[in-house]
């Protein structure tokens, strides 16, 4: 693995055509009390509407498992709305089924071993490319997070080395998916979320959205909004961090 | 900056004499309801009886705070003690001053910022073989991290990328400050801090120490030894995760 070649990558390169993006980027798969993916059905239905065939991307591999059985576990609930699930690893050119895809999902996990296969198959620039033209994408979790310019706002453990932390670029932002807001009981002495998404800001500027389980990003060729029941909190350097209700536009980050 | 030369850096080649090695790896540096350092002061006394100089490490930069003013901060606490705090950023060549320190402290912080700090400055090496070499060495939060074979279970966010996880190696496993229990009644879908260990361990045979606020290993020569209140939980790859009491000796892992 050549780690030089990997980091070829640069976001921002490629020509952007933001008005024929399409995408669900989510906080979490499964909200407390509820069924994997249940909560998002409806909107999955919508932003696949005009596929059968969706290519599920399971590098993230929550907890380990294998990606036969990542891929099955999100099929069952792809069956549902009438939707064959195909794993990505299945195909032996992955760079060429990206390019030909009409729909993706990538499940979470952890953001490192995602971004780490993703590198190592040569996939980031294909699947960016893929979304700037018009491919309907879900993410939920490490799925989302990559969505972002990077992923240093992930709350995954770093249990592998990828060649770099840059992300799909595919939104303006970053993200903290799982957004946990400070407990006023804890005795706990460890950082808060605020607090490590503050640390992020002495070292970019980087706008960052945290985005409460139960809350997704809908993006629409030009526009990007909160979707759910619950606000998202804002960060940006140098500001108070801010709360926005539920269908703001959040294009202006 | 050259990653691939700063990436030669690997540990296990030099000489390891454990038979001088004298360390405290506290979990927290500051325990809930108490000040700065307070529950530490008799073992650090203990630690740096031999010196009146301790050289700080303040790369870790807590919430982005300047390097003068986490030395000050730190420099408060040890005057208590009666010994002068320098920190390693006033010397014009630390590699120098760390092959000379007579005590070592890094305070707690970002353990990615912290990283990328000692491999871009060449310290790893140099401070591995001095902490080898008999240098009292006291390391909270982040600066305990590091002592482990890699920052891969830190807790911290990757908001900055480091040329590599590996870090000084003193101890033959990973460490994981601020552990903290599952909360039974949390509604909250992100991985626990088990689960995480959990993950690593898809990844990796290195055991885990998850070391609860308040914690601490005394380290004297070839012995390790749990020390403080509260029991820790031992993570290794294939087992149920299990406790050990405080004082227990452990040089099994």
Known sequence: MNHADENKFEPGQPTENHATRQLIIASTSTVFGGEYLDYLTDEMAQLFKDTDEIIFIPFARPGGISHDEYTDRAAKIFK????????????????????????????????????????RLQLMQPLREAIFNGLPYLG???????????????????????????????????????????NPDSKHMGETRETRIA???????????????????????????????????????????????????????
Not at 155 to 176: E, R
Not at 219 to 247: S, T, W
């Open 199 to 253: 640390e992020f800001h002495t070292q970019s500027t980087v706008p960052v959205v945290g985005l409460r389980e139960g809350s997704w990003l809908r993006v629409i060729n030009n526009k990007i909004i909160l979707k759910g029941k619950f606000k998202a909190r804002i960060f940006e350097q140098g500001k108070q961090p801010y709360e926005i209700e539920p269908d703001t536009l959040i294009n202006f980050l």
């Open 80 to 119: 549902k709305i009438n939707k064959k699930l195909v794993g990505l690893h299945t195909f032996k050119n992955p760079i060429e089924a990206l390019k030909t895809a009409k729909g993706v999902f990538t499940g979470g996990g952890n953001t490192f071993v995602l971004v780490s296969s993703l590198y």
């Open 140 to 182: 939920t979790s490490a799925g989302s997070n990559i969505c972002g310019l990077s992923m240093q706002t992930t709350n995954d453990m770093p249990i592998v080395y990828p060649p770099s932390f840059k992300t799909l670029g595919v939104i303006p932002f970053n993200l903290n998916p799982h957004y946990l807001d400070p």
